[in-house]
C-alpha cells in the first residue's frame, strides 16, 4: 500500500494556497481589508504583534472581562478542575488580589496566543479572541472573502477559509506555519479524510437520553456540522471492528465508494475536480507567460529585444512570445504551448461559480 509522507502532504498544502492566491483579485482582497482594519501591508510579523493588535481593539471594560476568562482558565488549569460552588469564593478572593480591578496585559497576552496556535479551529470565531465589539467583526471580514473567491476547484472549505485567516492577518509566514502544524498532526494532513466520533456533547441534552434508548440525537449544532459533508461517504467503525478489517473493506469497496461520491457530485466533473486535481505546477512561469500573451501584439513588438522581424501579419502574438521566452529568457515553448498554457492559466485564476443544477445533468 502507497504510504504518504509529511512531504506529500506540505506540497499538496502549498499548492492549495498557491491556487487560492492566485485567483484574479485576491491579493487585492486582502490588501484592502488589512487597510480596513489597520493591519500592516504585508501582515503582522508574528502571533505577538497580532495579539498586541487584539488588545487596543478592547475597550476598558472588555480587557477587565477577558481577564476573568483568562484568570479563570489559568486557575483551573492549576487547580486540574472546573470552577464549582465551592470554588467561587476562593477563586475571587484570589483574582481581586491578584488583578487588583485593573485588567491583566501578560494574562491577556498569553491568552490570545494560545488560541493563535489552533489549526483547526479559525481563531476569529473563538469566544476570547472575538470578544468585544471591534474583535467580534474579524471572522465577517475573513467569510466575505471566502464567499468571494472559494470555488469547487480549490477542494476543501475548512482549509481554504484557514489560508485567509492566517493570510489575512500573519502573511505569508502565517500561512506557512499553518501548513506545518497541519502537516505535524496525523489526524489533520489527510486532505479529503477526516474522521468523526460523537460523543455526549454533540447530543440533545437531557438526563432521560442515553445511548440505545432511542432519545440519543444529534443536536442542531452536528447535525449542521455533518450537513457540510453531504458530498462525502461516511464510513462507519464499530467498537468490535479491527484495522485490518477496516482495511480490506476499504479496498473491496473502493470502486462502489467512489461511485456513489460520483453520481451525487456530477455538478464536481463540470469543473474538471478529480481526485488528483493538486497536482504541482510552475505557477510562476505560467503567470509570466500568461501576462506576456495577454499583452497586444504592439505591446509585445514594444517589448521584444531581439533582432527577428515578427511584425508580418501572418505572425500571430503567441509566436512573438515563444520568441522572447527563448531569446531572452531560455524557457523552450512553442507557439501553441503558450497559447494553451495562457489559456489554461486564464481559466485557473477565475472564480468558478456557476456549475450547472445537478438535477439538469
Same mark, same amino acid.
Given at each position: 500500500?502507497?504510504?504518504?509522507?509529511? $512531504?506529500?502532504?506540505?506540497?499538496?498544502?502549498? !499548492?492549495?494556497? *498557491?491556487? +487560492?492566491?492566485?485567483?484574479?483579485?485576491?491579493? *487585492?482582497?486582502?490588501?484592502?481589508?488589512? #487597510?480596513?482594519?489597520?493591519?500592516p501591508k504585508d501582515g503582522f510579523n508574528n502571533k505577538l504583534e497580532f495579539a498586541e493588535y487584539l488588545i487596543k481593539r478592547l475597550s476598558k471594560k472588555e480587557r477587565r472581562e477577558i481577564s476573568l476568562r483568562a484568570f479563570v482558565e489559568k486557575y483551573e488549569k492549576i487547580h486540574k478542575k472546573t470552577i464549582g460552588e465551592?470554588?467561587?469564593?476562593?477563586?475571587?478572593?484570589?483574582?481581586?488580589?491578584?488583578?487588583?480591578?485593573?485588567?491583566?496585559?501578560?494574562?491577556?497576552?498569553?491568552?490570545?496566543?494560545?488560541? %493563535?496556535?489552533?489549526?483547526?479551529?479559525?481563531?476569529?470565531? $473563538?469566544?476570547?479572541?472575538?470578544?468585544?465589539?471591534?474583535?467580534?467583526? %474579524?471572522?465577517?471580514?475573513?467569510?466575505? !472573502?471566502?464567499?468571494?473567491?472559494?470555488? +469547487?476547484?480549490?477542494?476543501?472549505?475548512?482549509?481554504?477559509?484557514?489560508?485567509?485567516?492566517?493570510?489575512?492577518?500573519? @502573511?505569508?509566514?502565517?500561512?506557512? &506555519?499553518?501548513?506545518?502544524?497541519?502537516?505535524?498532526?496525523?489526524?489533520?494532513?489527510?486532505? @479529503?479524510?477526516?474522521?468523526?466520533?460523537?460523543?455526549?456533547?454533540?447530543?440533545?441534552? @437531557?438526563? $432521560?437520553?442515553?445511548?440505545?434508548?432511542?432519545?440519543?440525537?444529534?443536536?442542531?449544532?452536528?447535525?449542521?456540522? +455533518?450537513?457540510? /459533508?453531504?458530498?462525502?461517504?461516511?464510513?462507519? !467503525?464499530?467498537?468490535?471492528?479491527?484495522? &485490518? #478489517?477496516?482495511? #480490506? /473493506?476499504?479496498?473491496?469497496?473502493?470502486?462502489?465508494?467512489? &461511485?456513489?461520491?460520483?453520481?451525487?457530485?456530477?455538478f464536481y466533473k463540470q469543473l474538471g475536480v478529480h481526485p488528483t486535481k493538486i497536482k504541482e505546477s510552475d505557477i510562476e512561469k505560467n503567470q509570466f507567460v500568461y501576462d506576456l500573451y495577454k499583452l497586444s501584439k504592439k505591446e509585445l513588438l514594444k517589448t521584444y529585444q531581439g533582432k527577428q522581424d515578427l511584425s508580418g501579419?501572418?505572425?500571430?502574438?503567441?509566436?512573438?512570445?515563444?520568441?522572447?521566452? #527563448?531569446? &531572452? /529568457?531560455?524557457?523552450?515553448?512553442?507557439?501553441?504551448?503558450?497559447?494553451?498554457?495562457?489559456?489554461?492559466?486564464?481559466?485557473? !485564476?477565475?472564480?468558478?461559480?456557476?456549475?450547472?443544477?445537478?438535477?439538469?445533468?
Amino acid at each position: 500500500m502507497k504510504q504518504y509522507s509529511a $512531504d506529500y502532504f506540505d506540497k499538496k498544502f502549498h !499548492i492549495l494556497f *498557491d491556487k +487560492l492566491s492566485i485567483k484574479e483579485g485576491f491579493v *487585492d482582497a486582502i490588501k484592502k481589508t488589512r #487597510q480596513e482594519l489597520g493591519i500592516p501591508k504585508d501582515g503582522f510579523n508574528n502571533k505577538l504583534e497580532f495579539a498586541e493588535y487584539l488588545i487596543k481593539r478592547l475597550s476598558k471594560k472588555e480587557r477587565r472581562e477577558i481577564s476573568l476568562r483568562a484568570f479563570v482558565e489559568k486557575y483551573e488549569k492549576i487547580h486540574k478542575k472546573t470552577i464549582g460552588e465551592e470554588d467561587k469564593q476562593p477563586f475571587f478572593k484570589e483574582f481581586s488580589k491578584k488583578i487588583n480591578g485593573k485588567d491583566s496585559f501578560l494574562m491577556i497576552m498569553i491568552c490570545f496566543q494560545w488560541r %493563535l496556535e489552533d489549526h483547526n479551529d479559525f481563531f476569529t470565531k $473563538d469566544h476570547v479572541v472575538s470578544h468585544g465589539k471591534e474583535n467580534s467583526k %474579524l471572522f465577517s471580514k475573513c467569510w466575505a !472573502i471566502f464567499n468571494k473567491f472559494f470555488a +469547487l476547484d480549490l477542494l476543501d472549505q475548512h482549509i481554504a477559509m484557514q489560508f485567509i485567516e492566517k493570510y489575512l492577518f500573519l @502573511g505569508i509566514n502565517g500561512v506557512n &506555519e499553518y501548513i506545518k502544524s497541519k502537516v505535524a498532526c496525523p489526524h489533520c494532513r489527510h486532505i @479529503g479524510v477526516s474522521h468523526f466520533s460523537p460523543e455526549k456533547r454533540n447530543m440533545v441534552a @437531557g438526563k $432521560d437520553r442515553y445511548p440505545f434508548s432511542g432519545n440519543y440525537i444529534f443536536n442542531e449544532r452536528s447535525v449542521k456540522l +455533518l450537513s457540510s /459533508y453531504f458530498d462525502s461517504v461516511f464510513i462507519l !467503525i464499530r467498537p468490535y471492528a479491527v484495522k &485490518e #478489517q477496516v482495511i #480490506q /473493506y476499504i479496498e473491496d469497496n473502493w470502486n462502489d465508494l467512489k &461511485e456513489h461520491m460520483t453520481e451525487k457530485n456530477s455538478f464536481y466533473k463540470q469543473l474538471g475536480v478529480h481526485p488528483t486535481k493538486i497536482k504541482e505546477s510552475d505557477i510562476e512561469k505560467n503567470q509570466f507567460v500568461y501576462d506576456l500573451y495577454k499583452l497586444s501584439k504592439k505591446e509585445l513588438l514594444k517589448t521584444y529585444q531581439g533582432k527577428q522581424d515578427l511584425s508580418g501579419k501572418d505572425i500571430y502574438k503567441e509566436r512573438i512570445v515563444s520568441v522572447i521566452l #527563448q531569446e &531572452e /529568457y531560455s524557457i523552450e515553448m512553442s507557439p501553441d504551448a503558450v497559447k494553451k498554457t495562457a489559456t489554461r492559466f486564464a481559466k485557473s !485564476i477565475k472564480v468558478k461559480r456557476e456549475p450547472k443544477d445537478i438535477r439538469d445533468i
